[in-house]
């Protein structure tokens, strides 16, 4: 028989139900969403067979794609050999269909030889995310980084010039060029790039657990790759560049390959009365 116990939410032992309440998974159990789990120090976490980092307290995070589900399996192996089990139901959301026409053809349709640039753009930014620290900036929660309407939300569909497109992966603020953006939690710089095909100028800052956040379409970068900066601190501009109709922040999150839905760790926007004076 094998050493290791495997203990269920449904199990009738004492012990076992007190084992199991070690686990805790707190968040929004839906697509787009990410969950921050606590476990016993020392335990090691799958997703889905995936292995999952654990902070020294025992913190780590579950995130679900946008068409996630309808469960996802977290494994939690705890330093005493009990396997705890939670399968999580996934709930489905609607996500609408938006018309964006006007576009240069070019940005629609890439060129031959633009096609370079696009792929050196894509490993700029996978290389950015792959960062995997044991820093849990993540902790003290998000804040939003820009102040105006919400003009694009997550999982909504995108026809461009006619043309059905990828589903868009961020939440977009409108604000006009030149718009503070502040990071929206603590982090480190590793991607600070002036002029990408798509997103113009665009920014990555890692929280940890390879935790990060995008900012795209930016006018000004305000920070360097390799920098910490704090919750609040100015680090762009918001702006017009690459591929867009109007200025506004493009603003994403990555949990290692799970596209997150920013907007779902965030309270709600900010009145513009309220909004960030420095």
């Known amino acids: 028989m094998s050493r290791i116990a495997v203990v269920s939410l449904a199990c009738c032992s004492l012990f076992g139900i007190a084992r199991a309440a070690e686990v805790r998974l707190e968040g929004q159990h839906v ?3 990410m969950l921050i789990g606590h476990a016993p120090p020392g335990s090691q976490v799958t997703q889905d067979g995936q292995s999952v980092r654990v902070s020294d307290r025992g913190e780590f995070l579950i995130g679900f794609n946008r068409d996630e589900g309808p469960t996802s399996v977290v494994d939690v192996l705890t330093p005493a050999g009990e396997l ?20 240069p053809p070019r940005k629609v349709t890439p060129k031959p030889e633009d096609v370079a640039r696009i792929r050196a753009d894509v490993t700029a930014v996978k290389r950015a995310r792959k960062r995997d620290d044991p820093r849990t900036d993540f902790d003290a929660g998000f804040i939003w980084p820009a102040i105006g309407p919400i003009s694009g939300v997550y999982g909504s ?42 997103s113009g100028a665009t920014l990555v800052i ?18 360097e790759e390799g ?50 004076a420095n």
């Not at 961020?170 to 990408?196: N, R």
């Open 227 to 276: 920098d910490r900066v704090k919750q609040g601190d100015l680090i762009a501009e918001v702006g017009a560049s690459g591929r867009v109709t109007g200025a506004h922040l493009d603003w994403r999150m990555n949990l290692r390959d799970k596209r997150i839905d920013p907007q779902l760790l965030v309270g709600p926007m900010p009145a513009q009365a309220d909004a960030r």
């Open 206 to 223: 890692d929280h940890g657990h390879r935790l990060s956040s995008s900012f795209l379409h930016l006018n000004r970068i305000l920070v």
């Open 84 to 103: 705890i089990r939670r399968e999580i139901t996934v709930a489905p959301r609607d996500y609408r269909i938006q018309r964006i026409d006007g576009l």
């Open 31 to 33: 697509q787009g969403g």
């Open 157 to 198: 569909q995108r026809v461009l010039n006619g043309k059905p497109r990828r589903p868009h992966y961020g939440v977009d603020v409108a604000a006009p060029v030149g718009s503070p953006v502040v990071a929206p939690a603590d982090g480190i710089v590793t991607l600070a790039h002036s002029d990408m095909f798509y």
